[in-house]
């Protein structure tokens, strides 16, 4: 640890020139400045606790003559003291310049201002109406009475229930839930993050448990939560948004956490759009790592694009991420994982595209934009050679699958052969058996002949609950978004609600 504090002096005037720029966290631009920074400035202070422990007041104040000055500055910066981490580690480094038996005037009067940050920092635990009226007055919103309005609220709420419970025989299975306003839930998740935490892993869990492929029951719990509207004001966006991010890290991309950060995305936008006419936050604050003109495009609904011209916008898309991706000169937007991750946010533009690819007779063979758009769809990890040979394969498949098309004798087996599957040579990765999965389902469902040989197509594909699981998941997905687009295809629509139906009893 020694070694760590030889270069505490020189990080010491850094974080001193810092606080001194976020003055309060007051602007825009220094409470995004502080979010960002927040890790590393919690790292100096535990590396700064840990020279602090080892001295006595005098020796700390002798080698940081300025330490008073930052951990006052520190004490009063709201979006620093919004973490319990933040609080944690302060109370750590006040509590060793605190004399235990002051033996003169100027160690007292340390002792005391030292006593008084303490208490300031402790009173963000209590009920402290006008610590949250300062709070909600530097975040630009009007004082509210969060805690007189949160008493109100659970009284007039535990009244209701005890009035439905009298009514119906005090009947303890009926429970009421307790509301808040949102600009109460607002004030909580900034000031706790823990409680915002404790919503996310809450949807986690209806994720792992029977929520898991019913779209529509999870966008009922997101409205509910009210995280998409909550997730407007940046700084709660982004920390959502990095818990997605982990999430997906931690689970190799699986295609639930990504179908329920796309619902996510698209209630946020919604919520975002009916709260801001004007919009109060640039878009770069919420996405600060990707290109502002690909947010922009990204941002389109599809159902304002007349869908005659959905295959050109897929196409610009595609040409976007490319140059991003692939341009070297682009590295400021944070390499490929970045710009992945931002495009799975609006992962529909993917779906459609294998759409396209099987419905639209614009071209003879496959456009290489839309190639190269699901290929990077499946993943951040490829490189540009996995890629190029991902585009190969589904190419190849896509080029069986149209010829089929017209097939007046099709069979489940004509379409295991187009998928090359059972065939000879190198087993296709994971993620490209996936994609492959995905082109012969919506095939099925698209297909004139597709619907008659659809069934026995998926007993043959859904050899493990792994893949079942997909297929329930694929079919949900589709028919939510159909919903969102208005999408007018009553066979294809009937016939994925039959198989989603059979499919979740048989699962």
Not at 7 to 12: A, I, Q, R, T, Y
Not at 371 to 386: E, N, R, V, Y
Request: hydrophobic share 45%.
């Amino acid at each position: 640890m020694a070694q760590d504090s030889v270069g505490l002096p020189s990080d010491f005037q850094f974080w001193m020139r810092k606080l001194s720029v976020w003055d309060q966290a007051s602007t825009l631009e220094t409470q995004q400045d502080t979010c960002l920074h927040l890790p590393q400035f919690q790292e100096f202070l535990r590396q700064l606790y840990e020279a602090l422990k080892e001295m006595d007041s005098n020796a700390i104040i002798e080698r940081f003559p300025t330490i008073g000055q930052l951990l006052a500055k520190t004490c009063w910066n709201p979006f620093i003291l919004a973490y319990d981490e933040s609080q944690k580690i302060l109370i750590w480094c006040l509590c060793c310049l605190i004399k235990k038996d002051p033996q003169n005037s100027g160690e007292s009067k340390l002792n005391s201002w030292t006593q008084g940050l303490l208490s300031h920092i402790l009173s963000t635990f209590r009920s402290d109406i006008k610590e949250v009226d300062l709070f909600t007055q530097v975040l630009g919103y009007a004082p509210t009475d969060y805690y007189p309005g949160l008493l109100k609220n659970m009284v007039s709420s535990l009244v209701s229930e005890l009035r439905e419970n009298h009514l119906n025989g005090f009947n303890t299975q009926r429970r009421k839930k307790i509301s808040l306003p949102m600009s109460a839930i607002l004030c909580l998740w900034l000031r706790h993050l823990p409680s915002l935490e404790n919503t996310m892993l809450h949807l986690f869990e209806k994720l792992i448990s029977g929520e898991r492929n019913f779209l529509k029951r999870i966008e009922c719990f997101m409205k509910d939560s009210l995280l998409p509207a909550a997730a407007c004001h940046p700084a709660i966006f982004r920390v959502v948004d990095e818990m997605f991010r982990y999430a997906l890290l931690e689970t190799d991309g699986a295609l639930e956490v990504l179908a329920t950060l796309q619902v996510f995305t698209r209630c946020f936008v919604e919520a975002l759009e009916k709260e801001n006419k004007q919009l109060k936050f640039a878009f770069k604050t919420y996405f600060p790592y990707a290109s502002p003109s690909l947010v922009m495009v990204l941002l389109q609904h599809p159902k304002d694009i007349p869908q005659g011209l959905w295959h050109q916008a897929l196409k610009h898309i595609s040409e976007m991420l490319k140059e991003v991706v692939e341009d070297q000169t682009h590295g400021s937007y944070g390499g490929p994982f970045e710009s992945w991750f931002l495009f799975v946010h609006f992962g529909g533009w993917a779906d459609m595209a294998a759409e396209q690819l099987l419905t639209s007779e614009a071209e003879a063979e496959a456009p290489e934009a839309l190639l190269w758009l699901l290929a990077f769809s499946c993943g951040p990890g490829a490189g540009h050679q996995q890629r190029a040979q991902t585009m190969v394969e589904v190419k190849a498949v896509l080029s069986c699958l149209m010829k089929l098309l017209t097939s007046p004798t099709l069979s489940a087996r004509d379409l295991q052969a187009a998928a090359g599957e059972g065939g000879e040579g190198a087993p296709r990765p994971p993620a490209c058996q996936q994609l492959i999965r995905r082109l012969l389902l919506n095939f099925l469902l698209w297909a004139p002949g597709g619907h008659a040989i659809a069934r026995e197509v998926i007993t043959l594909m859904a050899q493990t609950d792994a893949i079942m699981h997909e297929i329930i998941g694929f079919l949900d997905q589709t028919l939510y978004r159909w919903d969102h687009l208005c999408v007018e295809a009553p066979r294809s629509r009937k016939l994925a609600q039959e198989l989603l139906a059979e499919l979740r009893g048989q699962a």
